[in-house]
């Protein structure tokens, strides 16, 4: 009897995986030099991977986007299984909630993924960007800003919020969203491809860590308000 199966996923190699989640903005504030600079950002993110042999085995991208809907863009995989996106806006509001949330339902679904292959893992990250204040409700935020904290207080992921010329009041918004130990940063100007090397370098050193481990991360010359 011949059984045929069809999208049957199968896991290329058993290297313990990272998983990264990026959550994306690309609302009608974003057009123009911004989403040039986040789609060049990427671009730095997805080579700097590509020429390191060991973190291709290891680090899974996965891009949600969100306006006013949320799209996965990019399912979890790895660099040479993906091509890049090119990030269209098409305009809309800010449904930073829905990507977030989006992007923990991905998280659970990926490690449920791993434990049903024998794949082991370190903890996810979740990286929100955004350039402006979420249009959900105050109810939404509360709710959202519950799971993330409960989900870094459970070691179910890492979350680390990153604002793009944000105002106080954004700002404020992206630290209640965060855990108090991960407030959120502001990126300097529109320095994505400086963010994402960092990026890169960091999941190379997640990647060759202990779960526990306490892992120093390159200082952040990307961030404004360093002064190293």
Known sequence: MD???ANVE???????????????????SMRG???DALNEGLQTFYQDIKQNYTLMDALEIAIITFDGDVNRV??????DHIEM?????????????????EAIKMVEERKQFYRDNGISYKRPWIIPMTDGS????????NRISKAVNQGMKDNS???FAIGVKVNQSALSTLNKISSPTVPAAQLDGI???????????????????????????????WMLGFSG
């Open 134 to 141: 979420p249009t959900n409700s105050w109810r939404e935020i």
């Open 33 to 35: 030099n911004r989403l």
């Open 191 to 221: 320095r994505f491809s400086d963010f994402f090397q960092w990026l890169s370098n960091s999941m190379d050193k997640v990647s060759h860590s202990r779960e526990g481990d306490k892992v120093e991360l390159e200082v952040p010359t």
């Open 85 to 101: 996106p090119v990030l269209v806006s098409t305009g809309g509001t800010t449904n930073l909630v829905g990507g977030i949330k």
């Open 10 to 28: 199968t896991p290329t190699n058993y290297q313990e995986k990272c998983l990264c989640v990026l959550v994306l903005d690309i609302s009608g």
């Open 3 to 5: 059984i045929q199966f």
């Open 157 to 159: 992921f890492h979350f």
């Open 74 to 79: 990019l399912e979890p995989a790895l660099v």
